[in-house]
């Protein structure tokens, strides 16, 4: 990517989405004072993500998914206020998930998939999320209890922590989530109870040992339900 970007200081949307390109994503992208859109996705981008870039205080929507980059997840992320999608998966990020992320309180998406964070969630989560609709965090090193606190993000649809550490209870507060549809838990390490009132829910390969609720059998909008590699225990629902 050429630095030659910093000259352009009207540019709004910068889509570069899958092409060949390599080397770092360049700093002066921070000057670029009237960016909305970033998008960078699918191309063979290495480095970490430019501190430079909490500059760009009108960013509404990030996108570096599927490249090379590394490193940990800069802090100052959380001075994009505007922000209302911030979509890093499939990349090499290590590290703990800044805690600053969770009060973006316009961010609709946050989509961390398959790099390599580790560290737990703040029980706190979704006090600074009103509006966030998914929250993707599967496939990573994640490890912990899932926090109450998610109850309290009235507006999430989609919930994916498979194939973390976490542990722990599937808390039933979880079921308060009116407008929940997915929720994906599989290949962790919970355990108990676990709520209903879903479209799809994938709970796979924990270590779930009660039995399977009665409600489910009244869940006439239910269209998944996998809780295959558990120890289930009781009968089949009739």
Same mark, same amino acid.
């Given at each position: 990517m050429s630095s030659s970007f910093s000259n352009m200081s009207t540019l709004e949307i910068l889509n570069l989405n899958f092409n060949f390109i390599e080397g770092q994503i360049p700093k002066v992208i921070g000057s670029l004072i009237n960016l909305r859109v970033l998008k960078l996705r699918g191309n063979k981008l290495k480095g970490s993500i430019p501190l430079s870039l909490s500059n760009a205080l009108r960013l509404e929507t990030l996108d570096l998914s599927y490249n090379s980059l +590394?490193?940990?997840? *800069?802090e100052g992320i959380s001075n994009l206020h505007n922000m209302n999608g911030l979509v890093i998966q499939y990349n090499q990020f290590t590290g703990s998930i800044?805690?600053?992320? =969770? @009060?973006?309180?316009?961010?609709? %998406?946050?989509? /961390? #998939?398959?790099?390599?964070?580790s560290g737990s969630l703040p029980n706190g989560l979704c006090n600074g999320l009103p509006i966030l609709k998914g929250l993707y965090l599967f496939e990573n090193k994640? +490890?912990?209890?899932? *926090? #109450?606190?998610?109850?309290?993000c009235s507006q999430l649809r989609i919930l994916s922590l498979s194939d973390n550490e976490f542990d722990g209870p599937i808390h039933s507060e979880i079921g308060r989530l009116s407008n929940l549809q997915s929720l994906?838990?599989? #290949? @962790? +390490? =919970? #355990?108990?109870? /676990?709520?209903?009132?879903?479209?799809? =829910?994938?709970? @796979?390969?924990?270590?779930?040992? %009660? *039995?399977i609720p009665d409600e %489910?059998? @009244?869940?006439?909008s239910l269209l998944d339900l996998d809780l295959s590699g558990n120890n289930l225990v009781g009968s089949i629902l009739s």
């Open positions: +590394h490193g940990n997840i *800069p800044p805690l600053s992320v =969770f @009060n973006i309180s316009r961010i609709e %998406v946050i989509a /961390f #998939t398959g790099d390599s964070l994640l +490890h912990g209890q899932m *926090p #109450t606190s998610l109850s309290i994906s838990l599989g #290949t @962790n +390490h =919970f #355990t108990g109870n /676990f709520s209903t009132s879903l479209i799809k =829910f994938y709970a @796979n390969s924990c270590k779930i040992r %009660v *039995p %489910v059998g @009244n869940l006439s």
